[in-house]
């Protein structure tokens, strides 16, 4: 009911790009659902063209970074549109304000 479904994938242990296909990812993915795989790089061409990458990363002032890169037309209009920017999620940073 307005819910998405989260389903999560860990590459971890994916050695290959060629064993992706094996795990059926697309059978996890529900049309209003969201599939987050962790350690995504090792899926490389593997992985649907449509997708939004999200990278976390430490910076030297001793905290870390979100990158957002969208992949495919859906995700670059999300993004142009600014509907990830920080200003949105106000409420998941500061709950009850």
Known sequence: EGVPRVVHADLYRVRSQEEVPGLA????VHPDGILIVEWADRGGSKLPPDRLE??????????RELR??????????????GLLDRDRWQHALYPGN
């Open 68 to 81: 957002a890169r969208g992949r495919g037309a859906r995700w670059d209009a999300i993004l142009m549109e």
């Open 25 to 28: 990812l697309d059978d996890l």
């Open 54 to 63: 999200l990278e976390l990363r430490y910076v030297e002032e001793g905290g």
